[in-house]
């Protein structure tokens, strides 16, 4: 439910954002927050822009691990974190695959910016939430499963 909670986030605020953003960004809060339309045919910070093909790959495995694990876990706080992942996933790698060119090489809908960092969208923050999610759960030592009673 959760990552497909934050793929329909995603999805919606990048269609309002291709709908609306496309003239000129929309300042927020000054210069702190605006939105701001752009096309990241790269990974973060826009690294490996030649290599958008990889990245899809890539997120197609960790996608399919993630599916692997899930089916073995029963801890919510695991579901949610794992779910977070997957859905930021789906949403850019939905980009990759039905925005031009297609074929796994399409550029992803950024439009959340501020000062100092690259601009980001609902997909990258689940990622990043979801991912110190999980380090969290691992140095706090919850288990993604019970222990069998």
Known sequence: MTAFLIFLADYLTKYAAVSFLSDAPVKILGNVLKFDLT???GAAFS???SKT????VFAMA???FIFFFASRIDSTKWAIALGLVL???F???SDRIFRSPGGLQGAVVDW??????PTFNIADSAVVVGVVSIVSLI???IPPRSAVK
Do not use: K, R
């Not at 093909?53 to 899809?56: D, E, N, R, V």
């Not at 959340?112 to 960092?117: A, E, G």
């Open 39 to 41: 096309f990241n045919t």
């Open 62 to 64: 960790v996608a399919g």
């Open 112 to 117: 959340i910016s501020v000062p100092h960092w």
């Open 91 to 93: 949403g850019n790698l």
């Open 87 to 89: 859905g930021g996933i």
């Open 139 to 141: 140095w706090a030592q």
């Open 53 to 56: 093909i990889y990245l899809s």
């Open 47 to 49: 690294l490996a822009t």
